[in-house]
């Protein structure tokens, strides 16, 4: 495995689809404010972009604290388990301690659902349907 080129590596936050995940944040976040509710989108857009913008902040924690040995691109094993941490946090935990909060299936499958994105984008060229589907 690679190591981290030093004590705090940001590598991940490099990556092209990172700045797209906080620009699709940051840009709903601002018409929310300006807009009615408009269904699904509105509800769920950020809960789909939270593991895109949080994960590559909090594995490139890791590294700076010594707790993820490398510096490649983010594992499926580490997105499956981040999401169902966070989605067991934000939907069963945190209705339990605040008022406000909503247990909501939805929200876990909009965390799914970028998760499956976030692991599409750093795995997509191990990926093979693509070449085989075009073979038929």
């Not at 092209?16 to 944040?25: E, K, L, N, Q, T």
């Not at 976040?29 to 989108?41: E, N, T, V």
């Not at 509800?43 to 895109?52: I, S, T, V």
């Not at 890791?62 to 983010?74: I, K, N, Q, T």
């Amino acid at each position: 495995m690679k190591p981290h080129s030093g004590p705090w590596n940001l590598k991940l936050l490099k990556d092209p689809f990172w700045g797209i995940s906080i620009a699709c944040y940051v840009i709903h976040r601002f018409w929310q404010a300006l807009s009615p509710d408009s269904g699904w989108m509105d509800r769920h857009w950020n809960d789909l972009w939270m593991l895109p913008c949080a994960l590559p902040l909090i594995l490139s924690l890791y590294g700076a604290l010594g707790l993820r040995a490398h510096a490649l691109r983010v594992t499926g094993a580490e997105i499956f388990w981040h999401g169902l941490l966070w989605g067991f946090m934000a939907e069963f935990i945190g209705p339990l301690l605040f008022d406000h909060a909503v247990s909501d299936l939805w929200d876990l499958f909009a965390y799914a659902l970028g998760g499956f994105l976030m692991f599409f984008r750093w795995h997509s060229t191990e990926l093979r349907f693509f070449s085989i589907a075009l073979r038929f």
